[in-house]
């Protein structure tokens, strides 16, 4: 028997462990969430701190564990593995995950009041583009709302949590006529399914999530739920039949192409929404390239917050080597890095646990958490994992690619071309090698702490001369034309202690179709340097470089003139 929010219903769990409780190898410290499918503790193992959640054995139980697995991305939270407890008789799974410090979406909102400007650029540009990343995992959360992200205290980024109603594709379906979710939340196709229901199981699609995704950010814009709640009688009518006030109409501070987008998040029909999360941030990125001074404006009245602080003025852009053109949709899409496996090693009466290992390119250095007796070799790879009872275990599969091939996909083909028969591409200039790789300056791991800028972040840099200044709305232009040399950028949006258009130093390199670039100077002031190792990658892949656009030489490449900046630890 389930009930109304897909949790099973009079199912015992400890709701309450007293400060102090050892729960298999953990200190409890006191109470962060209860829900239908868990409670979450604060605990401590040793000196380090972590949030255990318990839930009870049982198949979801089993599918959360194969969701956190799969999940390796700086903005969804970590999973460090899983043990049980109590010892003698084991009732229940103890969850091991990243303790996250920050606020609930609509704390932080309420408390800080972004302008418009800051709620794309901090919390729905990253949203969206990490949504992007766990869809493409095979993963759906299935319970997307504000008090399940958190914005991180450390950098201000927004981090997905709470896998209890995930699902895999190919996974065993667990509920029948109402899958999980929380009801203000659920789309049109769940709240029809229910009531046409005939016995069969619920088709789940990433559409859900971004449908929740709308009603959050409807949320955020004008401080009322677009449908109301589930004590309004008339609440699943709205959601099927009615159309909200947009969110302008309630809130005159909200820019209008930003309450559209709201808005056709919220379309009825689903292929009048956004076909996946990115072309969802596509959009965010071509309304914020278009803004101006109004996004800057706090969304709400507030003492002593009618207008936002300017940010710290940067030295004036040099004059443009190129005139009259316009910032392009492609301004801004950066996609999040996956982070790299973690271990968990269970206390002496539990067995070792590992989550699967990552490709070494995406490997980091996460911290493991300390046994007090361990049967194996951390970081060793334990091979092939179960789940903590027997459940299939889904995994991500391939989507077929679209017929119709994208400017980006046309690009990338001409430069191919240009790779085998260079005279046919303007001089050929792409056969020269990439550089070599080369360690970071020294002092860069004190820098990149002093700004609070976390290894494999990124953030969107504009290259020195150009003609635009977000600032006041005007937009640089589409194209940018570089060459080898020493260089300047300026930040976009703010990006840990470094404000909008903070300077950062490094040098161009040209070679196998990429613009590559190393930045080993920041300033978040004109009279503080601090070392930093960042380099330009792919919008697409995230690899070092950036696509060179078709007319490229050998001595100068044409890009987008909004690029992407990536925090690492050594040029690759």
Sequence with gaps: MFDEDGGQAGRELPWRLEPGTEVAGFAIEGLLAAGSFGTVYRARRGRR???????????????EVDALRLMRHPNVVSFHGYGFWPDDEPRYLVLALELVEGRPLDVWAKEENPSALELVMQVLLPFALTLA???????????????????????????????????????????????PGTPEYRSPEVWRFAREWEGEHYPFTPGDDLWALGVITYLLLTRRLPFGDRNDPDMVGAILGKTPPAPHELNPRVPPALGELCLRMLEKAPGARYADAKALAEALSGAWAQADKSWRVPLFPGPGREERPAPVPTPAPAEPEHQGRRWGRRAMLVLPVVLGAAFL????????ESAPSLPPQQATLRQE??????????????????????????????????????????????????LVATSACGGGPLLRPPPKPEACPPGYESGHARLRIREGQTNPIVIRPYNGNPDKGIPPPKEAILTEREAEAEILGYWGELQSRSVVR???????????????????????????????????????????????????????????????????
């Design 49 to 63: 701190p972590f949030a255990i959640k318990l839930v009870g054995i049982e198949p979801r139980s089993n599918r």
């Design 133 to 179: 990343d766990v869809h493409a995992a095979g993963v759906v959360h299935r319970d997307l709302k504000e008090a399940n992200i958190v914005v991180r205290k450390e950098d201000g980024q927004p981090v997905l949590v709470d896998f209890g109603a995930a699902v895999l594709e190919g996974a065993q379906r667990l509920t029948m006529r109402m899958p």
């Design 345 to 352: 090693l269970t206390p002496s009466t539990q067995r070792l």
């Design 369 to 418: 958490l300390a046994p007090t007796k361990v049967t194996g070799e951390v970081g060793q790879d334990a091979g092939p994992q179960k789940s903590p009872t027997p459940a299939p275990v889904a995994t991500a599969t391939n989507k077929s690619e679209d017929p119709k091939m994208t400017k980006s996909q046309k690009t990338r083909a001409l430069l191919s071309a240009c």
């Design 506 to 572: 490094g040098r161009l390199f040209l070679g196998n179709g990429r613009v590559y670039g190393r930045f080993t100077e920041a300033y978040p002031s004109s009279s503080e340097s601090v070392p930093v190792c960042m380099e330009i990658v792919s919008d697409v892949d995230v690899k070092p470089g950036w696509e060179m656009e078709p007319g490229s030489t050998s001595k100068q490449a044409i890009v987008s003139s909004v690029v992407v900046l990536k925090a690492v630890r050594e040029f690759h």
